[in-house]
């Protein structure tokens, strides 16, 4: 149980090899936050400075107000599931979750009331006297889980632990690490993941890290209603808001802005005079796209469906120079194929950008 503060945190590989630079992050008491971002971003790395296992280049990492930044990983009072289970083979279930507490010297009713506990947490009982082989893939992520419950860790470090589960293991599993966070509340968490579901669902506030350092900060829905960014906007969401250009060409309480497509658009965004004349980007999330008659925001060829069962994506012929446009539209539309569709977005759903910025 445990806050955390990162400050003005860097790391810098041999060779000048800058991947981090100043991060800035409060993590309270009992807060599961996750770590999102594309790959080489650092999500893992700085996962691994917080646990001890990366240096530090620079700035400052605090666990209940004390500087850890020289302590070991053993003395920070973290726990981490990592991708791989590493479960010892030849050990039972139960004696894979006491190992570290045997090392440890507890004693052996210690070691087992801590592992009967963690086993009831996580649905293990049955399982105690089991070898690994036995156990399918997410009940083995459970049991890495259950090693590092034992430990009374002040924070749990997770580091993309479904990836190597299939699809509805990795459903299941985050169903379990979801009861796992309800049944511990004071607990902190730590999960990185490249995967939007893990993070929509589990967390409390997302980190999106890019290019060396913290895009956003939020809640699951402050990131996707306000993303602060073009890069936050395309990144949270599947698929991708689609940008469009235009110029501003009235501002007020709402603002009118003429796409490069000459199109005109009415934003629910207050801008002023001085806004006048800017080149922007509208931004529609595919789910917002509904088809019309009249003129509307978008007019293109549907050059290509999928049926997902309960909506469709239909996938508009990219102009020369410009990308497709996406949208997401419940039930089937797989007849859309080939058509000429217009598309139009309520105004209080269309986002506004100069450059890369939200105008919001």
Not at 89 to 99: L, Y
Not at 151 to 160: A, I, M, T
Not at 225 to 250: C, D, H, R, T, Y
């Amino acid at each position: 149980m445990a806050d955390l503060k990162l400050i003005q945190i860097e790391k810098t590989y041999k060779g000048g090899i800058n991947v981090l630079k100043d991060i800035n992050l409060d993590i309270s008491q009992g807060e599961l936050v996750v770590f999102v971002g594309p790959s080489g971003c650092g999500k893992s790395t700085l996962l691994r400075m917080i646990a001890g296992l990366e240096d530090i280049s620079g700035g400052e990492l605090y666990i209940d107000d004390q500087l850890m930044n020289s302590i070991p990983p053993a003395m920070r009072g973290i726990a981490m599931v990592f991708q791989s289970y590493a479960l010892y083979p030849h050990m039972t279930v139960r004696e894979n979750m006491a190992f570290a507490l045997k090392i440890a010297k507890q004693s052996a009713a210690e070691i087992e009331e801590a592992v009967n506990s963690a086993a009831n947490v996580l649905q293990l009982g049955e399982y105690l006297d089991r070898l690994p082989k036995a156990l399918s893939g997410g009940q083995r992520q459970r049991v890495a889980i259950g090693r590092a419950i034992v430990r009374d860790p002040k924070v749990f470090l997770f580091d993309e632990p479904l990836s190597n589960l299939d699809a509805a293991l990795r459903v299941a599993t985050r169903i379990e690490i979801a009861k796992l966070k309800e049944a511990m509340p004071d607990r902190t968490m730590i999960y990185v993941t490249h995967d939007q579901v893990e993070a929509m669902t589990l967390a409390d506030r997302i980190v999106v890290l890019a290019n060396k350092g913290i895009a956003q900060v939020g809640s699951p829905m402050d990131l996707y209603e306000k993303p602060e960014n073009e890069f936050v906007a395309q990144f949270i969401g599947s698929p991708a808001m689609n940008l469009l250009p235009g110029v501003i060409v009235e501002t007020g309480p709402s603002t009118r802005v003429q796409l490069d497509s000459g199109s005109m658009v009415i934003v629910d965004i207050a801008t002023h005079s001085e806004d006048m004349g800017k080149h922007v980007n509208i931004g529609v999330r595919p789910e917002d796209w509904e088809i019309c008659v009249t003129e509307g925001i978008y007019q293109g060829r549907v050059e290509y469906t999928e049926a997902l069962g309960d909506v469709t994506l239909l996938y508009f012929h990219a102009e020369p120079g410009s990308e497709g446009v996406v949208a997401k539209l419940p039930g089937i539309h797989v007849d859309s194929r080939d058509k000429v569709l217009k598309m139009q977005a309520p105004p209080n759903k269309i986002h506004l950008f100069h450059h890369g910025k939200s105008m919001r």
